[in-house]
């Protein structure tokens, strides 16, 4: 991967959309971890589509913060500690935007999955932001639609169907993800 070709976003990706940290308040407790993880999975998806010589290790550390999180959503409880995927990642020296937003995004919803049962709803928004910024950082627009859609369809499913703080969300709620091999 040519990290020459990562940056930084501006201030705010134009085909973003934003969601507040109140709006993701909102959502009950399972549906919000849901959803960070779905986020999460979106920027990593996205990261190892671009990054074709993702080390193993790394890339299992990431999908196991991600794997727990939704694991928790089904669940309704939290699952065991795994490792810190930033961290293996600043320790294996990697410096691209995109990739160390993966990173913030799939362990901001494994913290999410710890912070549910205090309702906080901080570790959910920084998932999504991280994840938004990955895609900030690679110019593409497929997984902030995804995204978007994502957020609507379980706040409108959460509203509608009267969840709760116990109500637990599917593994496959989120359904097929979309297709990042033509992501632009």
């Known amino acids: 991967m040519d990290c020459a070709s990562w940056r930084f976003p501006e201030r705010t990706h134009p085909m973003s959309f934003d969601i507040t940290e109140s709006q993701i308040r909102r959502l009950p407790r399972w549906a919000r971890v849901a959803f960070?993880?779905?986020?999460?999975?979106?920027?990593l998806r996205l990261v190892q589509n671009r990054w074709k010589e993702m080390p193993p290790?790394?890339?299992s550390d990431c999908q196991g913060a991600v794997n727990a999180a939704k694991q928790a959503?089904?669940?309704?409880?939290?699952?065991?500690?795994?490792s810190?995927?930033?961290?293996?990642?600043m320790q294996a020296g990697v410096s691209c935007p995109g990739i160390i937003y993966a990173t913030f995004a799939a362990n901001s919803a494994r913290c999410a999955v710890e912070s549910a049962f205090e309702s906080e709803s901080s570790l959910a928004y920084q998932?999504?932001?991280?994840?938004?910024?990955?895609a900030a950082s690679l110019s593409d627009t497929v997984i902030n639609r995804a995204m978007k859609h994502g957020f609507d369809s379980i706040s409108s499913d959460a509203t509608k169907d009267r969840w709760t703080?116990?109500?637990?969300?599917?593994?496959?709620?989120?359904?097929?993800?979309p297709d990042l091999a033509s992501a632009t």
């Open 57 to 59: 290790q790394f890339r």
């Open 127 to 134: 998932a999504w932001n991280n994840a938004k910024n990955t």
């Open 84 to 89: 810190n995927a930033h961290d293996r990642a």
């Open 36 to 43: 960070a993880a779905y986020c999460a999975e979106l920027a």
């Open 165 to 177: 703080d116990e109500t637990t969300v599917l593994l496959t709620y989120f359904g097929s993800f």
């Open 73 to 82: 959503a089904f669940t309704g409880r939290e699952v065991l500690s795994f």
